[in-house]
């Protein structure tokens, strides 16, 4: 059988803001509160991962390599 290409997403949280979506920044009048600029403020990565599905037969040492 043929192998199907299927996406994984995984997520992660956004190092910049640690999931928050906001920024404190420190300037010389004070704190102000921006948005997060890595993650869009969503305070969080989505990364996909293409994974190949199929070809099962019961042989667990398959070699999936061209040559």
Known sequence: MA???L???KKFICPTCKGNGYVK???ES???IHQCWDCDSEG???ETTDTLSGDS???DDSND???
Do not use: C, Q, R
């Open 3 to 5: 192998k199907l290409k």
């Open 7 to 9: 996406k994984e997403i």
């Open 25 to 27: 920044v420190g300037t």
């Open 30 to 32: 004070g704190e102000t």
């Open 44 to 46: 969080e990565f989505y």
């Open 57 to 59: 037969n019961g042989n």
């Open 65 to 67: 390599s061209l040559h």
